[in-house]
């Protein structure tokens, strides 16, 4: 085990717990439709959504991070193309599912803004890549 690399995915895991409880308790509380602007993509409810999504992925990233270095710590001696494609793929998974969360009730309202969409073909690639 590299401890080096255990240490820094610790404090990926650190600052994500950070990220989040901060955005949880202090700032996407505060979002409110009738304080944001409409955009070409939607109504303020997207605006909301967009801003939350972007939040949280970030979040979500800084997990991820973690996860690919506590990985490299404990199998140095996994295939690195392997492992970074399939870390893409299961990150993008992540957020795929993040940004179809708040479509659940109107699935159509992915239309208006593909980006789940995107995230799941190149997810798929490089999955598809990795094997």
Same mark, same amino acid.
């Given at each position: !085990? *590299?401890v080096?690399?255990?240490i820094?995915?610790?404090?990926w +895991?650190?600052?994500?717990a950070?990220?989040?409880?901060?955005?949880?308790r202090?700032?996407?509380?505060n979002? @409110?439709?009738? $304080? /944001?602007? $409409? @955009?070409?993509?939607?109504?303020p409810?997207?605006?909301? *959504?967009m801003?939350?999504?972007?939040w949280?992925?970030?979040?979500? &990233? /800084?997990?991820a991070?973690?996860?690919? &270095? !506590? @990985?490299?710590? =404990?199998?140095?001696?996994?295939?690195?193309?392997?492992?970074? &494609?399939?870390w893409?793929?299961a990150f &993008?998974l992540a957020?795929?599912?993040l940004?179809? =969360?708040?479509?659940?009730h109107r699935p /159509? $309202?992915?239309?208006? +803004?593909?980006v789940?969409?995107?995230?799941l073909?190149?997810?798929v !690639?490089? =999955?598809?890549? $990795?094997?």
């Amino acid at each position: !085990m *590299n401890v080096e690399l255990a240490i820094a995915g610790l404090g990926w +895991f650190a600052l994500a717990a950070g990220h989040a409880t901060i955005g949880l308790r202090w700032v996407l509380p505060n979002l @409110t439709k009738e $304080s /944001l602007p $409409s @955009t070409p993509f939607g109504p303020p409810s997207l605006t909301r *959504n967009m801003l939350r999504f972007t939040w949280q992925v970030v979040s979500v &990233l /800084l997990v991820a991070f973690g996860i690919l &270095l !506590m @990985t490299l710590a =404990w199998a140095p001696d996994a295939d690195p193309k392997t492992l970074l &494609l399939r870390w893409f793929a299961a990150f &993008l998974l992540a957020a795929t599912a993040l940004a179809c =969360w708040p479509a659940r009730h109107r699935p /159509l $309202s992915l239309l208006r +803004f593909p980006v789940p969409l995107v995230f799941l073909v190149i997810g798929v !690639m490089c =999955w598809t890549a $990795s094997t």
